[in-house]
Nanobody, 124 residues
C-alpha cells in the first residue's frame, strides 16, 4: 500500500520552469516503480516519465525538457520541467506500482497507486 501526494503545481509562463514533488508513504519506497502522468483539458491521461529499477524513461514530449528523479531517503519523487509550453498545461499525477515492466510503463492502467494530482497551467 502506497499513499502518494503531489505538490508544486501552479501558473508559469511559457518558456519557464517548474518542479513538481510527490511524497510517498511506504516502507518499501526503493522497491517501487515510480512515474508521472498528466491529463490535459479534454485529453486522456498520458505518460510523462518513469523510474524502474533505477533506469529512467520518458515520453517523446518530455525528452530533453523534463527530468524525473527520486530521493530515497526522503521518499520523494520529483519532476523538473523546463521550457514549458501551453501543451504542458494539465493535471500532473504521480504513480507507483511494484510489478510493472518496461513495455507497459506508458499505460496508466498498469499502475496501482495514484496521487490526487497537481495542476500546472502554462500561460502565453
Amino acid at each position: 500500500q502506497v499513499l502518494l501526494s503531489e505538490s508544486g503545481g501552479g501558473l508559469v509562463q511559457a518558456g519557464g520552469s517548474l518542479k513538481l514533488s510527490c511524497a510517498a508513504s511506504t516502507s518499501n519506497f526503493v522497491r517501487y516503480n515510480l512515474a508521472w502522468f498528466r491529463q490535459g483539458p479534454g485529453q486522456e491521461r498520458e505518460f510523462v516519465a518513469a523510474i524502474r529499477s533505477g533506469a529512467t524513461y520518458y515520453s517523446d514530449v518530455a525528452k530533453g525538457r523534463f527530468t524525473i528523479s527520486r530521493d530515497i531517503a526522503k521518499k520523494m519523487l520529483y519532476l523538473q520541467m523546463n521550457s514549458l509550453n501551453s501543451e504542458d498545461t494539465a493535471v500532473y499525477f504521480c504513480a507507483a506500482d511494484s510489478t510493472n515492466i518496461v513495455s507497459t510503463l506508458r499505460q496508466p492502467e498498469t499502475w496501482d497507486y495514484w496521487g490526487q494530482g497537481t495542476q500546472v497551467i502554462v500561460s502565453p
